[in-house]
């Protein structure tokens, strides 16, 4: 059974760093691409970064780019992002998600296929 | 970044009701459109993927279709348990986008 357990939320101050975990099971981990997906409190979901398997390729959402970074340790089947300078804005549930990449009618297709329950990030003084 | 619309931003049915949601891509992102359903408190569930395809475990109840600029989820006979919001998104170039939510609520 596929499993993401995310962790490491709380409330820091504006300007500080919280470094999220999304701990994943139930599937070879280094197979598949992760995103990190926020949801800010009554609004709607907000892609924010993705890696490749190897962790070799990174992408972001302009509105974190620069301040916050993916990784993750495939030994360890563990996902990460690092958020610094954070602000007021990046109040929200943090998801991690999987990147399925499957063929559908011939066509290479992408989706996320797992969530995790979310971990809740408050930026307040 | 490609914009996707979605539409209404919610709505009031009755259990047995056809309910039909729309999103429009701002250019064509062929048929990488995905719809999911996010009950409060919980994390978003995948229906839809690849505009038309059902995820295993949906409900039959649940279809999408579109291609292009243009996909629609239908649930033919709305039950209790569909109540919820809806959310589509478009996994055709980075940054993935997803429409604001269409929130189901009981008339």
């Known amino acids: 059974e596929v499993q993401l357990l995310e962790s490491g939320g709380g409330l820091v101050q504006p300007g500080g760093s919280l470094r999220l975990s999304c701990a994943a099971s139930?599937?070879?981990?280094?197979?598949?691409?992760m995103s990190w997906v926020r949801q800010a409190p009554g609004k709607g979901l907000e892609w924010v970064s993705l890696?490749?398997?190897?962790?070799?390729?990174?992408y972001y959402a302009d509105s974190v780019k620069g301040r916050f970074t993916i990784s993750r340790d495939n030994s360890k089947n563990t996902l990460y992002l690092q958020m610094n300078s954070l602000r007021a804005e990046d109040t929200a549930v943090y998801y991690c998600?999987?990147?399925?990449?499957?063929?559908?009618?011939?066509?290479?297709?992408?989706?996320?296929?797992?969530w995790g329950q979310g971990t809740l990030v408050t930026v307040s003084s | 970044d490609i914009q996707m619309t979605q539409s209404p931003s919610s709505l009031s049915a009755s259990v047995g009701d056809r309910v039909t949601i729309t999103c429009r891509a701002s250019q064509s992102i062929s048929t990488y459109s995905n719809w999911y359903q996010q009950k409060p408190g919980t994390a978003p569930k995948l229906l839809i993927y690849a505009a038309s395809s059902l995820q295993s475990g949906v409900p039959s109840r649940f279809s999408g279709s579109g291609s292009g600029t243009d996909f629609t989820l239908t649930i033919s006979s709305l039950q209790p348990e569909d109540f919820a919001t809806y959310y589509c998104l478009q996994s055709y170039s980075t940054p993935w986008t997803f429409g604001l939510g269409t929130k189901v609520e009981i008339k």
């Open positions: 139930g599937f070879t981990f280094s197979s598949y691409a």
């Open positions: 890696i490749s398997g190897s962790g070799g390729s990174t």
């Open positions: 998600a999987r990147r399925l990449i499957t063929m559908v009618r011939g066509v290479e297709t992408y989706y996320f296929d797992y």
